[in-house]
């Protein structure tokens, strides 16, 4: 898993040297990482050490334990994630919001040269500890990123072809990353496109499941105006009351805050004018009763717990 012939690790950490004296940081998201890495976190891009420290297994199992209901909700979409990219040489890395690789699966012929790598459960991979890198720069940034050989910070890491993808909670807050990393030399960036928008459609997925165990009886609402894809989606109570929202939907709309102790009309959150007197309300529970029972009267009546002559006197005033 060493550095690919064509690139030694003088030449990159003398490339990563210019960019960041050169001022491009200030134009390009892979330099300002770099900068981070080597200013904010006081790394060397030729350390020969890296992620190199892992937990424990006392202290693995309890950071598994605080994942709560992601790890088992992820498991079946890692699944599927390897047996689409695992021919390629891969390893698939699910960490949480510290870079901490907490989950994996990886082809047992590979799992040496990864393992030696630091791609394996208790290693963390934050930029702090490892520079720019697929898991790192992805929970720096709060978005997918596809880092490419040596685009890495650390020298050790440029056979190295990551793309990973944000998972984030039913409230919003970035809890895990996916990662798939390969070190196939002959994968091409265009190739690793390819699996970075694999990686980000299975973190959706995972979002999409969290959300629906965490609102099991609301009705999910697709937002209007997004594709189905981004997973902009809100929960909507009995009482056409939002009581919660993801990421998506969140940034879609320009929410914020505790939805489910502070909920709000879904018509007012779709920016939709809707009539809110009593008498409209009335109106409102009388159609649906007749659209309920196909119109017939006397079933709409029961349902409501009116007489039939009740009920046609509130119809003569609609």
Sequence with gaps: MGP?????????????????RSGLAARSSLAASWARSATLYRLDPAASSGVDQRMTAAELALARERMGALLPTAAPHLDRLFQTVGGLGACIVLADADGVALDRRGNSRDDGDFAAAGLWTG????????????????????????????????????????????????????????????????????????????????????????????????????????????????????????????????????????????????????????????????????ARALARTGGNISAAARALGLSRATLHRKLDRR
């Design 4 to 20: 690919p012939m064509h690139t030694t690790a003088r030449q990159h950490v003398t490339r990563i040297e210019t960019a960041i």
């Design 123 to 286: 290693t963390a991979w934050s930029e702090a500890q490892a520079g720019t890198n697929g898991i790192g720069t992805c929970l720096a940034e709060g978005r997918a990123v596809t880092i490419h050989r040596d685009q890495h910070f650390l020298a050790r890491n440029i056979g190295l072809s990551c793309s990973s993808a944000p998972v984030f909670g039913p409230e919003g807050d970035l809890l895990a990353v996916i990662d798939v990393s390969t070190a196939r030399p002959d994968l091409t960036e265009a190739i690793g496109g390819l699996i970075g928008a694999t990686v980000t459609e299975a973190a959706r997925r995972v979002e999409a499941d969290l959300f629906s165990q965490t609102f099991p009886t609301a009705w999910l609402v697709l937002v209007p105006g997004t594709e189905r894809g981004i997973g902009a989606v809100l929960a909507v109570d009995a009482d056409d009351l939002v009581i919660g929202a993801t990421r998506a939907a969140r940034l879609h709309l320009d929410l914020s805050g505790d939805l489910h102790h502070s909920p709000r009309p879904l018509a007012d959150v779709l920016g939709q004018a809707v009539p809110d007197g009593f008498d409209d309300a009335e109106r409102g529970v009388i």
